[in-house]
T-cell receptor
Framework: GENVEQHPSTLSVQEGDSAVIKCTYS??????FPWYKQELGKRPQLIID?????GEKKDQRIAVTLNKTAKHFSLHITETQPEDSAVYFC????????FGTGTRLQVFP | GAGVSQTPSNKVTEKGKYVELRCDPI?????LYWYRQSLGQGPEFLIY????????DSGLPNDRFFAVRPEGSVSTLKIQRTERGDSAVYLC?????????????FGQGTRLTVV
């Protein structure tokens, strides 16, 4: 079955800097790669997703890149703000979402 | 409803007891997923339904866990003979279709504590 690895497990950045989170997956049948943000005690919420027919997608300060050959995808957050602080999960889906272990992002003012 | 609803939000039970966790998906969503999330971990897949049938139950840890969705809407996750290791947040999600590339919306979860 699908296996998703996520790095780093924690990431601390200064407000205004960029943050990058990387994931790798194992199942070449995966064709959907969403990213979820989870604040403490709350439900995961989708922030951006990418499908296998594109290599990059951008939404304001957030972008995702996908390399299907290497089976890895990344989340890029530019101009980070304190409210970006949360745990971020990547996921890959051949038929159901398989999640990475999460990255705790802290943005310091 | 406006979103995925899970009840109860919190459940404390004694070791060995039986519990039921309920999920009410977004109206019209045919796919429904159950996940388990332990502290500091990502959501762990348990089972997913396409309509009334379990399309994939490969994530259920053992035969103490069972889930149903008899009318293709509300789903119940049932845990028999609970153990302390079952303590976690149980998350339900739904999506519009069973296609793998549609957004999944999560409920707020049920925090299960087995004492």
């Amino acid at each position: 079955g699908e296996n998703v690895e996520q790095h780093p497990s924690t990431l601390s950045v200064q407000e205004g800097d960029s943050a990058v989170i990387k994931c790798t997956y194992s199942d070449s049948a995966s064709n959907y790669f969403p990213w979820y943000k989870q604040e403490l005690g709350k439900r995961p919420q989708l922030i951006i997703d990418i499908r296998s027919n594109v290599g990059e997608k951008k939404d304001q300060r957030i972008a995702v890149t996908l390399n299907k050959t290497a089976k890895h995808f990344s989340l890029h957050i530019t101009e980070t703000q304190p409210e970006d602080s949360a745990v971020y999960f990547c996921a890959a889906s051949p038929d159901k979402l398989i999640f990475g272990t999460g990255t705790r992002l802290q943005v310091f003012p | 409803g406006a979103g995925v609803s899970q009840t109860p939000s919190n459940k404390v039970t004694e070791k060995g007891k039986y519990v039921e966790l309920r999920c009410d998906p977004i109206s019209g969503h045919t796919a429904l997923y159950w996940y388990r999330q332990s502290l500091g971990q990502g959501p762990e897949f348990l089972i997913y339904f396409q309509g009334t049938g379990a399309a994939d139950d490969s994530g259920l840890p053992n035969d103490r866990f069972f889930a149903v969705r008899p009318e293709g809407s509300v789903s119940t996750l049932k845990i028999q003979r609970t153990e302390r290791g079952d303590s976690a947040v149980y998350l339900c999600a739904s999506s519009l279709s069973g296609r793998s590339n549609t957004e999944a919306f999560f409920g707020q979860g049920t925090r299960l504590t087995v004492v």
